[in-house]
């Protein structure tokens, strides 16, 4: 899955990564994908740390800054950046210039999530920062050449997330806050979609579902900066279900495997590229909906809708 880098490079960086679990959360399961996707070889045994420790000793200042590239909004290009990390303020900032003072966004840890995209990146140290502005998602994608140096802002944004998450729900044990430090999407991809009346033309978007917000996010393209559009996924105790085929009467357009998603406001029509991409996102709608809410779903839900903007 990730791009094969010179076995001298390789072995540099799996040094750097093995000394770094000596002390890091590797107990964290994107830490173990991305680790025993790089370096295969080095098996599982650099990963045996115990979890909730290695968070809580992260980053002890509490504060990180650093360089990473970041690639732009509106253009593929990837530029140096600026970052600076204030855990005790619960604030992310990145910066155009080296010496700017003014930073370009301020980023509130309480929305923030980071999730290792190597692939979608195409960098084998690629990072995706997601934070909430102006209610939409909005999407950072940086990387470092260097692996340790990436898995320790990964590490650093965790440590200021659990600190976050420890003040909203003092109540929680944190063997609860854990999971929802950072999390991995569900399942990613291509899929056509129609709109509200199910009679506009099927359109290919690229398609994220996210377990802990309990959202279906939609873009044009994969690395595209903000969402074309949301669905929020209540549960099916709250009247959401999914359907395996399209509704009577509806035809997809290139693709013919069918997804029908009913909230109790509107229908949502999808279509995938296959049977075997029809079954992966069944059953990933399945397992969202017939979870229950979790507290961070309950603190946004009163200001939840469904959307669908385009």
Known sequence: MLVAARSKECSSTSRDLEETAKKESWGDPQLKSYSTAKFPQRGPHILQLK??????DVSAAGNREGFLWKRGRD??????????????????KYYTKEEGKDPKAVISIKDLNATFQTEKIGNPHGLQITYRRDGHVRNLFVYHENGKEIVDWFNALRAARLQYLKMAFPELPESELVPLITRNYLKQGF???????????????????????????YYKNPLDAFELGQVFLGSNEQGYQVFEDLPKGIR????????????????????????????EWLESFREVLSSPLTPLNLLAVSTESDCGHR
């Open 191 to 217: 899929m056509e979609k129609t709109g509200p009346k199910q009679r506009e033309p099927f359109k290919k978007r690229w398609f994220a579902l996210d377990p802990q917000e309990r959202r279906l996010l």
């Open 75 to 92: 253009n593929a290009q990837f530029l140096k950046r600026r970052f600076v990390l204030l855990a005790r303020e619960g604030l992310l």
């Open 252 to 279: 997809g357009n290139r693709w013919k495997a069918g997804l029908t998603i009913v909230t109790p406001h509107r229908r949502f029509v999808f279509t995938c590229p296959s049977e075997k991409e029809q079954r």
């Open 51 to 56: 979890e909730l420790n290695q968070i809580r």
